[in-house]
């Protein structure tokens, strides 16, 4: 099967995703939140909030945000009044900046962010209502066991919700957002956030993550159940909602 597993942010580097990830996130951690919102125009943001509508109303006692990176996600998930949210990262600087936020908003109390794999979580079975994972599944190093570890967690009757990129199929948004991917955003990431292989890694996994029905089968074949599948922006991003 195909997914981004063997795509890599370091060509020369002889260490594994799952390091190179984690190196890549902490290089660009102190550009990341500019860059994201830079990039998608505020889009993102409008993403998140769909992400919200269509959570809201389920059980939210406890909430996971997986690969929470700067905590975008996990902020904004916090509408829905959660008991507890755990965030959890493989970049320990992109961690620092969200620690920094909960301390700023007060909530120390209501979340916790802490190094993870998401491969190995650190939770035991059906610890969780709500499981979220934004822009992070195509970093998995091993796609189909970091699903089957976010089933895991997930209580049953609980849900999984996936917010990743997926590629426009209809003309002219198909060409430009490919024209956009491959050459404007890595010329203006390696400026801005001083890594050559970020945002030319970006593309790349993107390119190779198996989007729509096809990530919906790898859900399913992890345990999901119910999958539904919204794409956002004419293509450009696709969220999932998947029942345990």
């Not at 002889?14 to 890549?24: C, N, P, R, T």
């Not at 301390?103 to 979580?121: A, I, N, P, Y």
């Not at 079975?125 to 997930?154: M, P, Y």
């Amino acid at each position: 099967m195909n997914d981004a597993g063997h795509i890599k942010p370091y060509k020369e580097s002889e260490a594994d995703k799952k390091a190179q990830v984690a190196e890549m996130f902490d290089n660009i951690a102190h550009r990341y939140d500019f860059l994201n919102h830079f990039f998608s125009l505020g889009i993102d943001i409008c993403w998140r909030k769909r992400v919200i509508k269509m959570l809201r109303g389920l059980p939210s006692e406890r909430i996971l945000d997986v690969a929470t990176g700067t905590g975008d996600m996990a902020f904004a998930l916090m509408e829905l009044e959660p008991g507890h949210l755990d965030g959890v990262d493989i970049s320990a600087g992109m961690l620092d900046i969200g620690k920094q936020k909960i301390k700023k908003r007060g909530m120390q109390d209501r979340m916790t962010f802490t190094v993870g794999d998401s491969e190995d979580l650190g939770f035991g079975e059906d610890s969780f209502d709500i499981v979220t994972v934004s822009f992070g599944v195509r970093n998995f190093a091993h796609l189909d066991k970091g699903l089957q570890e976010l089933n895991r967690v997930t209580k049953k009757g609980g849900r999984l919700c996936v917010l990743e990129f997926s590629k426009p199929e209809k003309f002219p948004l198909k060409q430009l957002f490919g024209f956009y991917f491959k050459f404007i955003m890595p010329t203006i990431g390696r400026i801005v956030s001083k890594d050559n292989a970020a945002y030319t890694y970006l593309p790349e996994s993107v390119n190779a993550f198996p989007y729509g029905d096809a990530f919906v089968d790898r859900l399913k074949n992890a345990g999901f159940q119910s999958v539904v599948q919204r794409p956002v922006t004419g293509g450009i991003a696709t969220i999932y909602l998947a029942s345990n």
